[in-house]
């Protein structure tokens, strides 16, 4: 495992599992398996409902709770000072620990402002040992940046050979926030998997495409947490720290950007919308189909 140093000296693995769309039923099993495949770091959210499956799972394990970096994600309707705090504890609750290793705010809408003290103030206490967001694009991100008491440590967003966020990671480096991508594979749209300069590469060195994506990643220093339920797929995805692409391999990859997104835009204001009331639904209890995809 590579690690990476965040601003505040705290060591974060570069390679973990997210369990985004990872059923509640079947998230206890797929857990286990991770762990047991050598992954040591977690990626949920509040809004995945299943940080009880992935707790319990890590009780299962056996494994030290300080052996595994937790992260998880607070959600919009959470977002305010007292709802904020008050989630991310019953989110500890939830996820059966005392601390968190790392909490991002889920998205930069609302009262986000509000949240983000919530996270301060824990983490100023010694509940959280690193705090960030996650989908903040540069304007919003350099803005919080400037205005909290404490950076952002991170800052996890839509990042893959076909949406590469050069700018975004120039904004990220220059105010010391690490990059973390979600959907590192862009969930395999648009043919990324089978992708010829992927698969031509990954051929040289005897990877597949998806190990030569996570692979690009590493070597731009971005952090990675690949999904998936199937156990082998798992160790394939852990199974990047024997290679190195060279860079001409690199500047290969850097060549498929095609600068958008594979999902949608969070600065669309129909997408801000969309989120407004998909939160509004939730307050009224009316909402438990229809819920959106990449979040
Ligand atoms: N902050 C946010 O807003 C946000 C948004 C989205 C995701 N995330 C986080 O990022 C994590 C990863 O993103 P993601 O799950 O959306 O997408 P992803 O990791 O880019 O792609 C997951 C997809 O790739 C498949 N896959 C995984 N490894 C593979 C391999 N070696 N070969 C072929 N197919 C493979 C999986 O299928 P199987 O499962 O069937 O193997 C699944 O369909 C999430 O789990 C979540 O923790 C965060």
């Known amino acids: 495992m590579e690690y990476v140093t965040l601003s505040n000296g705290v060591r974060m693995p570069m390679l973990g599992y997210g369990v985004y769309q990872v059923s509640r039923e079947e998230c206890e099993r797929c857990v286990l398996d991770a762990l047991g495949a050598g992954y040591r770091s977690l990626d949920t959210a509040q809004s995945y ?41 019953d989110s500890m609750a939830k996820l059966q620990t005392d601390y968190l290793d790392l909490v991002l705010l889920h998205q930069p809408f609302a009262d986000y402002y509000g949240a983000y003290r919530a996270l301060e103030d824990l983490y100023r206490e010694g509940q959280l040992r690193a705090i960030g967001v996650s989908n903040f694009y540069p304007d919003r991100l350099v803005d919080l940046a400037s205005f909290a008491r404490i950076r952002p440590m991170v800052n996890q967003v839509e990042i893959h050979p076909y949406h590469q966020q050069e700018e975004a990671k120039h904004w990220m480096d220059k105010y010391g926030v690490q990059a973390e991508a979600w959907a590192p594979f862009g969930e395999g749209r648009g043919g990324l998997f089978q992708d010829p300069v992927l698969t031509a590469i990954g051929q040289k060195h005897g990877k597949t495409a998806a190990q030569v994506i996570l692979r690009w990643h590493l070597q731009r220093g971005v952090v990675v947490i690949p999904k998936s339920t199937h156990p082998e797929r798992m160790q394939e995805n852990l199974a990047v720290f024997d290679f190195t692409l060279g860079e001409e391999e690199m500047a290969a990859i850097a060549a498929l950007d095609k600068k958008e997104s594979a999902f949608f835009s969070h600065q669309d204001p129909n997408m801000v919308e969309w989120f407004v009331q998909m939160v509004d639904r939730r307050k009224t209890r009316q909402d438990s189909t229809g819920e959106p995809k990449n979040w």
């Open 49 to 89: 409902y299943n940080e009880e499956q992935v707790g319990s799972a890590i009780q299962k394990s056996g494994i030290p709770r300080q052996d595994i970096f937790l992260t998880t994600k607070v959600w919009v309707e959470h977002y305010g000072y007292d709802a904020a705090r008050a989630s991310v504890l």
